[in-house]
């Protein structure tokens, strides 16, 4: 009897107790079990160092910056967030991709890499993806989720289709991303209003 009790105080314990992570999670409390595995504030996390890393010259000097993140595609696959420093004069938009790899020994593992595009390169990039598929909506229509445009900016490769909404795959370094048009335009809308 005595170990039934201990088992169940166990169980409910870890069941409905707050786990302890470095970044922060709703308190919804089926939120452990059911979390998608590359949300925002994780995309957020891991892109600080690497802003810290590549984009910042730390020094010994406090650098002050300012990071949101603007949108996450459904699919998980694709992040997009925004850095400023005032101090540096450094802002603009880093796509954070995430994958599902497995290595040679059938071990799944989660890659992770970020893509930096400084305030005028983000900016040309979302206006020429608007652009593209402003011009080609009709064919878009036509023949929905056959007919596809595709191409080329600096090293990322776009194909576009209409479905129930604007599919815009993103191929960068290895990883193919769903970026849904929903996101497209939250990443767009919120970026110009952040480099205000």
Do not use: C, H
């Not at 079990?33 to 996390?45: C, N, P």
């Not at 997009?80 to 599902?100: D, N």
């Not at 229509?141 to 599919?167: A, M, Q, V």
């Amino acid at each position: 009897m005595k170990s039934k009790i201990t088992l169940i105080l166990l169980l409910q314990l870890v069941l409905f107790s707050k786990l302890q992570a470095q970044v922060a999670t709703p308190s919804a409390p089926n939120y452990y079990w059911s979390a998608k595995e590359f949300s925002k504030d994780i995309a957020l996390f891991r892109a600080k160092a690497y802003v810290v890393g590549t984009i910042l010259d730390a020094s010994n000097d406090v650098v002050q910056f300012e990071m949101d993140p603007l949108a996450a595609a459904s699919s998980g696959e694709l992040t997009s967030l925004v850095y400023k420093s005032a101090k540096q004069s450094k802002e603009g938009l880093i796509l954070g991709f995430f994958g599902s790899k497995w290595n040679p020994s059938g071990v799944t593992y989660q890659p992770y890499a970020f893509k930096n595009l400084p305030s005028a390169k983000a900016i040309e990039l979302l206006n020429l993806i608007e652009k593209v598929i402003k011009d080609n909506t009709k064919y878009l229509n036509t023949e929905p989720n056959s007919n596809n445009i595709t191409f080329k900016f600096d090293d990322l490769t776009f194909i576009i289709s209409f479905n129930l909404d604007t599919n815009i795959r993103v191929f960068w370094d290895d990883f193919d991303a769903n970026w849904d048009g929903t996101a497209f335009k939250r990443t767009k809308r919120r970026l110009l209003k952040k480099l205000e």
